[in-house]
């Protein structure tokens, strides 16, 4: 198709959504709310959005839907565009389905079955086992063998014309330099094929479930948790997420057959930047509990490699991607797969050191209080390069902000001080676990290409370009932190969990 062309007319994104019906898997994640939203705020005459929720009946589905979803606030400036009409509205396009993913054909129906390989044109994937440090096999279920059922019941889709699963760029494992938008081939591991034997998915996943039986049942839990980190590193990935992820994408290209498949990678997802209001987010995602340490005076150092680059991308840019990606393949509906990396680190990179600057002017603008209300005072971050140091460093600072340093005296009650002791040693070891955890990311050097993600902002048209954007290199990150993110952590992420608590 002549390029020119396609840019005056654009990708079709509307056209394509209207009257089309999709079906969501992890429906009520953070990223799956802000995409819900869009589709609906943008295409209110699209077909059906069958939203496949883990229930215990069809009852119990459509309240998480009802609470979830259009209790959300995320929500509100559909409730503001309908007023009274918006339960109606909302209900006339959100179809709650009892299932799991986990389960052979998702667990649903033979009614719900029926209907949606029936009416179905589009698979949207998003469901994920995120933790860093999950067991084995519930990873693997969750993100290998889960999207993999979910592709063969796509297959009974009568009206299919994309599959569409959402990945992350880690898949891409250690490897240094730039990583390209590129499936994933069965076996194909993150290092140096030669002085490894090639991996083997089913192998990995027996493995996993021979554990399981062998295993006295105390020691499960750890043991899969550390057999995990070990099969990960042994082939190339930081931690079990990545691999398992990787998995499911392997399996999926191998299994497609003639199903047209998009595979979308997103970076680190933070809060939205723009639609449907800037800073909205659910939960901690990954720098928040940097941040909101740092902005508490809990972590005033950490172990980090200043330099790093963060590629980061709000989720309303990550969603404009898989709208404008969908509609493009899903016309064509030809089989076949497609990379696209929503990712910003060659075209907007951000560093470690710039995050904790921002950071630090937010909060001595604005600080956080303690529980007496008093002003949280904090200075600049100080960077560790060795687990050894930072370990070092969080044990002494704690030590000396909880007055157990100076709690040395003969006066000092023993039982006082035990339980002291006690509480910062589990503090201690908290943060210590999650600089582990997080040490691959944040000496992580590789960045990810976007060059079908620019192709595809290019075939769009002006009015597509200004109602789905896709260009990370606008993004001024120090008002986006100052002024979206920050902020939206205060209000969605801290009150929230004030309110519960």
Not at 15 to 27: C, K, P, S, Y
Request: net charge negative; hydrophobic share 40%.
């Amino acid at each position: 198709m002549d390029v020119a062309w396609e840019s005056r007319n654009g990708i079709g994104i509307i056209d394509f959504l209207e009257r089309r019906n999709f079906l969501i898997t992890g429906e009520t994640r953070f990223l799956s709310k802000v995409l819900i939203e869009k589709i609906l705020c943008v295409a209110p005459n699209i077909g059906k959005i069958f939203l496949l929720i883990k229930a215990k009946d069809e009852q119990a589905a459509m309240d998480r839907v009802k609470d979830e979803i259009m209790g959300c606030e995320l929500f509100k400036c559909l409730q503001q565009k309908y007023g009274e009409e918006y339960t109606d509205f909302m209900l006339s396009k959100l179809v709650p389905v009892k299932g799991d993913i986990r389960e052979w054909d998702m667990g649903i129906g033979d009614d719900s079955f029926r209907r949606i390989t029936q009416e179905v044109d589009v698979i949207i994937n998003s469901a994920a086992n995120t933790t860093l440090d999950e067991r084995y096999d519930t990873a693997l279920i969750a993100n290998t063998i889960a999207p993999s059922r979910l592709l063969s019941f796509a297959k009974n889709c009568k009206k299919l014309s994309l599959f569409l699963h959402l990945s992350t760029t880690y898949v891409n494992g250690e490897r240094p330099g730039i990583l390209r938008e590129k499936a994933l081939a069965m076996g194909e591991s993150r290092i140096d094929s030669s002085t490894q034997s090639k991996l083997d998915v089913h192998h990995e996943i027996s493995l996993a479930s021979d554990l399981i039986e062998t295993l006295p049942p105390n020691e499960v839990p750890q043991k899969l948790k550390e057999i995990g980190l070990a099969r990960a590193r042994m082939y190339g990935w930081q931690n079990v997420y990545q691999m398992t992820k990787a998995m499911g994408e392997m399996m999926i290209n191998v299994e497609r057959g003639g199903v047209p498949v998009v595979i979308v990678r997103p970076s680190v997802v933070e809060s939205t930047l723009q639609e449907p209001f800037p800073g909205w987010i659910q939960g901690y995602r990954v720098l928040d509990p940097l941040i909101l340490s740092y902005g508490k005076g809990r972590l005033l150092g950490f172990l980090v490699d200043p330099n790093t680059v963060m590629d980061v991308v709000p989720a309303d840019l990550v969603v404009n991607v898989i709208i404008a990606a969908m509609a493009k393949h899903g016309t064509i509906a030809s089989p076949g797969i497609d990379v696209y990396h929503a990712a910003s680190s060659t075209v907007n990179p951000m560093t470690m050191c710039d995050m904790f600057n921002y950071s630090h002017d937010y909060f001595a603008a604005s600080p956080l209080t303690d529980n007496k209300g008093d002003e949280i005072q904090i200075t600049d971050m100080e960077y560790f390069t060795s687990i050894d140091g930072f370990s070092s460093y969080i044990q002494k600072d704690i030590a000396e902000k909880s007055g157990l340093s100076k709690e040395n005296g003969p006066d000092s009650n023993p039982k006082h001080r035990s339980r002291l002791e006690a509480r910062c040693k589990r503090m201690a070891e908290s943060l210590i676990h999650l600089a582990k955890l997080y040490e691959p990311y944040m000496f992580y050097h590789a960045r990810f290409d976007s060059r079908n993600t620019r192709k595809l902002m290019e075939q769009m048209s002006a009015e597509e370009g200004n109602g789905f954007p896709v260009d990370l290199r606008s993004i001024n990150w120090e008002d986006y932190f100052l002024n979206a993110h920050i902020p939206g952590l205060k209000r969605h992420v801290i009150k929230k969990a004030s309110s519960s608590s």
